[in-house]
């Protein structure tokens, strides 16, 4: 079995900064494309960033400039480091990725439990 453990969530004021951990756990043989989404309360879910497995990142313009995902590939572990919050990116935040368990399986996807992000004015 394969799990997505997320962890950094938790209440901070505008101006403030979180860093999320997205953990991958499990028989892995190659890990695909992350993306990082989030959900607000009474809205649909939505993309905020994606990791290739190269390295090559993209960001929704809402949060360009101000958040950073990284990767570690030994570890199994993606980032996603959330600089000057605003109350507007409260939201619960999803990592979403593709992994191969044995190299002759296609692609799964997987989604970790969520963590809340809260930013208070």
């Known amino acids: 079995q394969v799990q997505l453990v997320e962890s950094g969530g938790g209440l901070v004021q505008a101006g403030g900064t979180l860093r999320l951990s997205c953990a991958a756990s499990g028989i892995i043989f190659s890990i695909n494309v992350i993306g990082w989404y989030r959900q607000a309360p009474g809205k649909q879910r939505e993309l905020v960033a994606t990791?290739?497995?190269?390295?090559?990142?993209n960001y929704a313009e809402s949060v360009k400039g101000r958040f950073t995902t990284s990767r570690d590939n030994a570890k199994n572990t993606v980032y996603l480091q959330m600089n000057s919050l605003k109350p507007e990116d409260t939201a619960v935040y999803y990592c979403?990725?593709?992994?191969?368990?044995?190299?002759?399986?296609?692609?799964?996807?997987?989604w970790g439990q969520g963590t809340q992000v809260t930013v208070s004015s």
């Open positions: 979403y990725t593709e992994i191969k368990r044995q190299a002759w399986m296609r692609y799964y996807d997987y």
């Open positions: 990791i290739t497995s190269g390295g090559s990142t």
